[in-house]
């Protein structure tokens, strides 16, 4: 399984976009790249997933360069409720592999929205 | 739909006892997970299901059995708890419709654990 590597922790304030970039030199061929939000006290999230050029939906966009390397998150003028830890993950998403669903947390990037 | 459900809430154990984890999930999803998180840390893949009748080892499995007798449950046992257990246990549920196949996970609420 490819291992991640993203900031620890970034700060913004409300209204800014905010962009996470995270990077996985060792992606496989068939490896899809996942985001997960996690509040306190609460199970992650599914944000959205991608394999290459531009994923958007009515949470955020992800951008994939061609060589698919790394990953940025991009969340549009986010709020105070944003203020979360955001995991990015790459694993196989289809019958047939022996990592298919299993994903490695690593320990995320907390983002601090301030007002 | 419940979604994902765990029992028990919170759970304090002295060292050396057992108990049971219950994880229940009621979207006919094929995977079914067991993560810890320790403060301050990511989650860690204990051991996960990819079928009734099926389980695999993850990153930190030793201390840990899991049982998937039913499609919708996902049982995970400490047989002799230790003070190193001592986490908040995610179970998590998966199948492969959906855009995001087997990737996208549905999270319970977790059960909190203390061992003494």
């Known amino acids: 399984l490819a291992k991640t590597t993203q900031p620890i922790s970034m700060d913004s304030y409300e209204g800014q976009e905010v962009n996470i970039t995270c990077s996985h030199n060792?992606?496989?061929?068939?490896?899809?790249i996942t985001w997960y939000q996690q509040f306190p006290s609460q199970g992650p999230r599914f944000i959205i997933q991608g394999y290459k050029t531009k994923v958007t939906n009515e949470v955020a966009s992800l951008f994939i360069p061609a060589d698919r390397k790394s990953s940025t998150l991009s969340l549009p003028r986010v709020s105070l409720s944003d203020t979360a830890v955001y995991y990015c993950l790459v694993g196989p998403s289809y019958h047939g592999s022996s990592n298919t669903g299993k994903l490695i947390f690593g320990q995320g990037t907390t983002l601090q929205v301030k007002p | 739909n419940a979604g994902v459900t765990q029992t028990p809430k919170f759970r304090v154990l002295k060292t050396g006892q057992s108990m049971t984890l219950l994880c229940a999930q009621d979207?006919?999803?094929?995977?079914m997970y067991w993560y810890r998180q320790d403060p301050g840390m990511g989650l860690r893949l204990i051991h996960y299901?990819?079928?009734?009748?099926?389980?695999a080892k993850g990153e930190v499995p030793d201390g840990y059995n899991v049982s998937r007798l039913k499609k919708q449950n996902f049982l995970l046992g400490l047989e002799s708890a230790a003070p190193s257990q001592t986490s908040v246990y995610f179970c998590?549920?998966?199948?492969?419709?959906?855009?995001?196949?087997?990737?996208?996970?549905?999270f319970g609420p977790g059960t909190r654990l203390t061992v003494l």
């Open positions: 979207m006919n999803h094929e995977y």
């Open positions: 998590a549920s998966g199948g492969m419709t959906g855009l995001a196949g087997a990737n996208e996970q549905f």
């Open positions: 299901s990819v079928g009734e009748g099926t389980t």
């Open positions: 060792n992606i496989a061929t068939n490896d899809y």
